[in-house]
């Protein structure tokens, strides 16, 4: 079925890229772009219409198409983005990048592996271990976000203090350009410098410099073992001095995650896990290596938190628990809609000795406005995702609500962090971005976006 609002430009085109992918993967159907109209920000875009490609060459001849008529495209993973990076804010074709699904090599000899972008994350992460390997990047979103989003976005996740993030390890893609020409970036190496990082400047590009058609990622060995803790407090305070405390004794776990107290409620009234909902916060530690130096850091760890005033230190002990355990911190996202139906999510990061002033910092913010505000996240890289719940419809609050947003941006800037550590900008942060970044870098980065892209028809309206 037609639409019939699609603009007259991209309605004579629709035939030219049914050509190009086949006519069962292009749709105009309207109840198919209302499924393609949104991602985790909750915001809606309709696009005029969505294509499947399944090869580079088809993402090239469809790029060449967009450059040759002038029409928008906005490539799309899974669309659990944050920042509204997938969303056809101008109107356009929507390149939805999930039948490019194939593991294509996994290298045991070399520790690498070349993936299409639509894997699911989870799924890779599965079948490396399948063979005795291991792919540190795990964005709680895992189970239904692509390889190609985490790319694009520089997705983080729980064990980025150990082990960093997405950039970390790619080591080199395919790129369709915004013309259509298609190039290869980085090495099949473990190292390589010859050139221009061009796969840096990929990573983290939010969809605005060019479509990822392979990724080649770096692999590591399964650990041996792995345990987790889960450790309660009274006293917020207490948890993220902690935190500080760990950083400093030199033992690196691989997750410090950490709770507040109504995230820990909200997800106990959510799953029934038995949490323990009258503390104050509770951190989630996962250490791994070898049994002895897992035995060393749980002992090291154990006397730091009951030092800095931990109640409960407690090592999980079956898999199943510590599953349990990592289920709850998966569900603190979507629980949160029992506190309201919408969400400001914003993914601040400070120095980590600074995580005490910034956790101070919210409980007045909190106490001066009245807000609903619930804070978790990657306390050991001094990541505090910062959620607001609240109704949208409801104009004072939201107002309320956006100022507290700018407040807290201001803050962390003050304290030596940065705006977003992992969700990117997007749509959402677009406005603040001048906040962090200075005029005339602010200035090569659009020269560099209208060199790659200089009729602007790849991912428009997104970072700047
Ligand atoms: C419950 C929940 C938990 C989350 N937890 C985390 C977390 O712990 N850490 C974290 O970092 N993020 C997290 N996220 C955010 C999100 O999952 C990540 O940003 C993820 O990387 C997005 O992947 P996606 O496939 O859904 O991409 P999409 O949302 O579809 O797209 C994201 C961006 O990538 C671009 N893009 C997608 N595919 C390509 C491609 N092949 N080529 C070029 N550009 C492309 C899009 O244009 C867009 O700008 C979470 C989200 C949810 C809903």
């Known amino acids: 079925m037609q639409e019939a609002g699609i603009r007259q430009s991209l309605t004579s085109i629709i035939p030219k890229i049914e050509a190009i992918v086949g006519r069962e993967h292009v749709t105009t159907a309207v109840e198919d772009l209302l499924c393609y109209a949104y991602d ?6 309709r696009p005029d219409a ?44 929507v390149m939805v990048m999930t039948r490019f699904s194939r593991i294509l090599t996994i290298d045991t000899d070399n520790l690498v592996a070349e993936v299409e972008p639509g894997v699911i994350t989870g799924h890779f992460q599965e079948v490396v271990e399948g063979k005795g390997l291991f792919y540190p990047p795990d964005p709680s979103s895992a189970s239904y976000c692509t390889l190609g989003g985490n790319v694009a976005e520089c997705a983080g996740g729980p064990r980025a203090v150990k082990y960093g993030v997405t950039r970390d390890y790619v080591l080199g893609l395919e790129v369709v350009l915004p013309s259509g020409e298609i190039i290869r970036t980085g090495v099949r190496t473990a190292k390589g410098v010859v050139g221009y990082d061009l796969t840096r400047l990929m990573v983290g590009s939010e969809g605005t410099l060019g479509v990822i058609t392979k990724i080649v990622l770096r692999l590591f060995p399964f650990p041996e073992v792995v345990r987790t803790l889960s450790v309660v407090f009274s006293r917020i305070q207490d948890a993220v001095r902690t935190v500080c405390e760990i950083i400093r004794s030199g033992v690196v776990p691989r997750t410090v995650e950490y709770m507040d107290q109504a995230a820990i409620r909200c997800v106990e009234d959510y799953l029934n896990l038995g949490l323990p909902v009258d503390a104050g916060a509770m951190l989630l530690i996962e250490v791994d290596g070898s049994l002895s130096a897992v035995e060393t850091a749980i002992s090291d760890l154990t006397d730091i938190c009951k030092n800095c005033g931990a109640y409960q230190v407690h090592v999980a002990s079956s898999a199943q628990e510590a599953k349990d355990l990592w289920r709850a911190r998966q569900a603190i996202s ?20 600074r995580i005490p002033d910034m956790v101070e910092w919210i409980d007045d913010l909190r106490k001066r406005t009245g807000l609903t505000i619930v804070t978790f996240g990657h306390a050991g890289d001094g990541n505090i995702h910062f959620n607001i719940m609240l109704d949208r419809r409801d104009r004072e609050i939201l107002e309320k609500a956006e100022s507290a947003v700018e407040e807290l941006f201001r803050q962390t800037i003050a304290l030596g962090g940065t705006i977003s550590g992992e ?8 406005p603040y971005i001048g906040m962090e970044i200075g005029s005339a870098e602010l200035a090569l980065m659009k020269r560099i976006k209208a060199v790659f892209d200089p009729n602007g028809i790849l991912n428009p309206g997104k970072i700047f």
């Open 334 to 353: 979507p629980a949160l809609f029992r506190l309201g139906p919408d969400k400001i999510n914003e993914d601040i990061v400070v120095p980590r000795n």
């Open 40 to 45: 985790a920000t909750n915001r809606h875009c």
């Open 50 to 93: 969505v294509a499947f490609p399944a090869n580079t060459d088809e993402v090239s001849d469809i790029l060449r198409l967009a450059n040759e008529h002038r029409f928008f495209v906005v490539p799309r993973g899974a669309g659990t983005g944050m920042t509204g990076g997938a969303l056809a804010v101008q109107g356009g074709l």
């Open 423 to 430: 969700h990117g900008v997007g749509i959402t942060k677009a």
